[in-house]
């Protein structure tokens, strides 16, 4: 159990485009779903938290009209990076909480590779 | 702010034992969590401590001293599929928010 897609796995794109990429929690509700971002050989960086039905909260630098989150329902979020450019080329990981595991678990994705030409 | 520090790289021979640190300065510190993440995939969890002392579990363990702000994670009897990144990260208040750390690339030899 507790298994988290992410969709798509990869993805280029121009630069200007817009690209959105899904996470979903498949056999748990997420009530909490996570959005990171990881530059090679580095650690992970939280970009924003989202709880179902309510406004993602964003870190400190992380704009939040450019990266815009969305948490519909208890199983799906979604990141859609806007006006992409080169810079924002990352991999992109999100998480879940929720139902499942230990309260303050999250659940990762498999994550998601933006490479913005 | 929080600082949450681990070595950068290491390097050991297979079969062997390794212990990786992590230091955190942090208030309201409400948890630890070890991961294990390869090139391109997601974190994996190994280890979870709230309490101070040694979780074992196989060939992994963790410990944490949380009036030290310090923990480790022991892998022993090393694995060539063990060469990975490892991340710790520490939960602060009563939510799930993670902070990780910087990370510690791990290359295992024969």
């Known amino acids: 159990g507790a298994v988290v897609s992410q969709h798509p796995s990869r993805v280029i794109c121009k630069s200007g485009t817009s690209v959105k990429i899904e996470c979903r929690s498949l056999d748990f509700q997420a009530t909490t779903m996570f959005w990171y971002r990881q530059f090679p050989k580095k650690s992970l960086m939280l970009m924003a938290t989202?709880?179902?039905?309510?406004?993602?909260?964003?870190e400190q630098g992380v704009e939040k009209d450019k990266f815009l989150i969305n948490h519909a329902s208890l199983t799906l979020s979604t990141l859609t990076v806007t006006s992409a450019h080169p810079e924002d080329s990352s991999f992109y990981i999100c998480?879940?909480?929720?139902?499942?595991?230990?309260?303050?678990?999250?659940?990762f994705g498999p994550g998601t590779r933006l490479t913005v030409l | 702010g929080q600082n949450i520090d681990q070595p950068t790289e290491m390097t050991a021979t297979e079969g062997a034992i390794v212990q990786i640190n992590c230091t955190y300065q942090t208030s309201g510190f409400n948890g630890l969590f070890w991961y294990q993440q390869h090139a391109g995939e997601a974190p994996t969890f190994l280890s979870y401590?709230?309490?101070?002392g040694l979780e074992e579990k196989g060939r992994f363990s963790s410990f944490l001293s949380r009036s030290k702000g310090y923990s480790y994670l022991l892998l022993k009897e090393l694995q060539m599929k063990d060469s990975a990144s490892y991340l710790c990260?520490?939960?602060?208040?009563?939510?799930?928010?993670?902070?990780f750390g910087t990370g510690t690339q791990l290359k295992v030899e024969l």
């Open positions: 401590n709230v309490l101070d």
């Open positions: 998480s879940a909480a929720g139902t499942s595991g230990f309260y303050n678990e999250q659940f």
């Open positions: 989202s709880n179902e039905g309510s406004k993602a909260t964003y």
């Open positions: 990260a520490v939960i602060v208040g009563g939510g799930n928010k993670l902070t």
